[in-house]
């Protein structure tokens, strides 16, 4: 077996995403054969080293488990919290696997959110180079002008770099009116950024679905394990959006 980057290695073994891999490594918090590394190059091979994790021998998963939960508000995506708050992983007490979540959502938000402990997956997944769209229903306390709907559709500043398009449809209006925002990337706050431009507060947010899956009948707090055929259809998804034909348009986006 090939040595690779212990940021994979981590990754595939279910411990981190690949970036909070990164921050382990940089922490000393990885040791290999007995030595502790911190640079982020550094290479092993699972089969034949012993790499360790905070003194835990590290093994690669057994199987891989992909799993779609309704995570509820006032949570953190987070493995661990330094303020003590809720985790998402307080709902997998007892789960033999090791598993982590595919990206984030707020701790305001609730919503779709994937969990696994297979780290090529989640990194293909919130990868930008993906375009995976993710659906969030949002409830604002104003009105964007038709003006400012259209700005948002192409694209607003934000920490220096424009947004990419997104869709956006008004589904119910009113003097708190709702929104269906869809967004093939996800920057920490964007949508409640987004928003923030224009002079408006996001006072609701729910992500309904990620790509072609739908959070469907599931409670807060509730979650089920992804179909073996839904699981395939991700990673179909995944490998079509490598072609630089299959990227979707501001066109698709707004469709």
């Known amino acids: 077996m ?15 995403s690949r970036r909070k891999a990164e921050e382990l490594i940089a922490a000393g918090r990885v040791s290999v054969n007995g030595e502790t590394v911190t640079q982020l190059g550094a290479k092993a091979d699972l089969a034949r080293d012993q790499v360790k994790v905070d003194g835990r021998v590290l093994a690669a998963p057994k199987h891989h488990i992909y799993i779609a939960l309704h995570k509820p508000k006032n949570c953190v995506t987070t493995m661990h919290d330094p303020q003590g708050r809720q985790t998402v992983m307080s709902f997998f007490k007892g789960m033999r696997e090791r598993i982590y979540p ?29 375009h995976v769209t993710k659906t969030y229903l949002v409830k604002a306390n104003g009105a964007l002008t038709p ?28 003097e708190n009116p709702w929104y269906e925002v869809r967004l093939v990337e996800g920057r920490q706050n964007q949508i409640r950024i987004m928003f923030k431009h224009f002079g408006l507060l996001v006072e609701k947010l729910k992500r309904v679905k990620i790509g072609f899956l739908d959070l469907g009948v599931l409670k ?18 995944m490998r079509l959006e490598e072609d630089p034909a299959a990227i979707p348009s501001k066109e698709t986006i707004e469709a």
């Open 220 to 237: 807060p707090g509730a979650y089920r394990t992804l179909t073996n055929a839904e699981v395939a259809r991700f990673r179909k998804l």
């Open 102 to 130: 595919v990206g984030r959502l707020d701790y305001a938000s609730e919503g779709l959110l994937l969990l696994t402990n297979d780290g090529d997956f989640a990194n293909k997944l919130t990868s930008p180079a993906s």
């Open 2 to 16: 090939p040595e690779e980057r212990l940021q994979k290695i981590l990754s595939q073994a279910g411990i981190a």
């Open 147 to 174: 003006g400012q709907e259209e700005e948002f559709r192409h694209g607003i500043p934000m920490h220096g770099r424009r947004t990419a398009p997104a869709g956006l449809k008004l589904i119910r209006k009113g």
